[in-house]
C-alpha cells in the first residue's frame, strides 16, 4: 500500500539536531542569546538587508513593525484579499481597518491598479503578499507609495528563495517580515524575521520586541513603552543557524519539485501553475494548479482525487472579506473565483520522484482518465 504524502514537511539534519542539542546544554546565562545574533546576523546577509530581528512568529514581525511605524486606531492598510488572516490580524489588533482589495489572474498577488483606486486619507500602509513564493509587481507598488508618501511593507512568510530584478523578496519595502513556521522552506518549527534598512525603524521595532524596553535603556526591568513579547527562543535559533548553512540546497530542492509538477502537467489544457516573470525567481514555497472555469474542475474534486492517492490536499487561501469577522468584498472577483477551482500540491525538500508521479497522475486523470505522464 502506498504511504501518505504530506503536503509539506520540514528537511531536518544531524545538523538541526546537533545546534539545537548545543543551545539545550549550554544556551544559558551569557550564552543565551548566541544563537539567536547568529541566526539573525545570518539572515540579513542572506538578504543583502542592514538590520534583522528574529521574532516567535512572522505575525508577531508584522505587527510590531506596523506599530513602530505608528499605525492605529481608525488608520486603514491596504492588502489583497487572497491571503492567510495573519496578514490581517495584526492590522485589526492596532485597531486600524484592512482595505482588501482584488489580485492579478496570473501571480495571484495584490493588484497595483487596485491598490491606487483604493488609497484614501487614512491609508497608513500597502502590504504587499508575495503568495506561495509568486512575486508582487514591486516597482508599482513602490512608485505608488512614494507617491502617496505611503510606506510599502513586504509579507514575505512564503518567499524565501524569490528574487524581482536581483533583489530578495522582503528587503525592497520599508520592513519585511518572513515566516519560519514547519511548513516553510526554512524553518525553525515556529518562527519568523523584520527586517528593514531603516535605522530608526529598527530602534523602534528592537524597543517593542523587548516589552518596551530600549537598547539604549541602562535600567534594570525599566520599560519606556508598552511592548511585546514576540522574541525566539535561542533554541529555535540554533535550528534556524543550521537551516541557513543549508539554505542554498533548501531553496534548490523546492525548485526541484515544482519542475517535476511543471514538466509533468503543463501540457494539460486549461491550467496555470506558479509564474517566473522575466528577471524574476520563484521560490515555489508551493507548487499550485489553478484550472481555467471552463474546464469544470473544482477545488472539492481536486481534493478527493489527491486524498484517494493517500496525498494531502491544501486548498487555495479563502478571500479574507469572506471570513465571518470581515465585510464581504465581492467585486474582487477574482480573488472569490480562484479558490473554486485551485488546490496547492505536495511540495517537501526529501519528496521522491515516485510520490510526484502519483500527485501527477492523480491531477492528470481529473482531465483524462486514460492520461498517462508527460
Known sequence: MNHRIYYTK?????????????????????????????????????????????????????????????????????????????????????????????????????????????????????IAVHLYGNLCDMNRLLAIGNKYGIPVIEDAAEAIGSLYHGQRAGSMGIFGVFSFHGSKTLTTGEGGMFVTNDHELYERTLTFSNHGRASSQTKQFWADLVGFKYKISNIQAAIGCAQMERIDDLIAGKKRVFKIYHKGLMDLPGISMNPEPPGTENGFWMPTIVFDTDIGVTRELLQSKLQAE???????????????????????????????????????????????????????????????IC
Open 310 to 372: 493517500g496525498a494531502d490536499a491544501r486548498v487555495f487561501f479563502h478571500p479574507l472579506s469572506s471570513l465571518p469577522m470581515f465585510t464581504p468584498v465581492h467585486e474582487n472577483k477574482i480573488a472569490y473565483g480562484i479558490p473554486t477551482r485551485a488546490i496547492n500540491l505536495p511540495t517537501y525538500h526529501d519528496i521522491c520522484s515516485s510520490e510526484l508521479k502519483r500527485v501527477i497522475a492523480a491531477v492528470r486523470s481529473i482531465i483524462s482518465p486514460n492520461a498517462g
Open 10 to 126: 520540514p528537511s531536518i539534519t544531524a545538523l538541526e539536531v546537533g545546534y539545537a542539542t548545543d543551545a539545550a546544554q549550554n544556551g544559558w546565562g551569557d550564552h543565551c542569546y548566541e544563537y539567536i545574533h547568529r541566526f539573525e546576523e545570518a539572515f540579513s546577509t542572506h538578504l543583502s538587508v542592514n538590520y534583522a530581528i528574529a521574532t516567535s512568529s512572522c505575525t508577531g514581525a508584522l505587527h510590531m513593525g506596523m506599530a513602530a511605524l505608528g499605525i492605529g486606531h481608525d488608520d486603514e492598510v491596504i492588502l489583497a484579499d487572497s491571503n492567510w488572516i495573519a496578514t490581517a490580524a495584526p492590522i485589526v489588533h492596532l485597531g486600524a481597518k484592512p482595505i482588501f482589495v482584488d489580485i492579478l489572474p496570473d501571480t495571484w498577488c495584490i493588484d497595483p491598479e487596485k491598490v491606487e483606486k483604493a488609497i484614501t486619507p487614512k491609508t497608513k500602509a500597502i
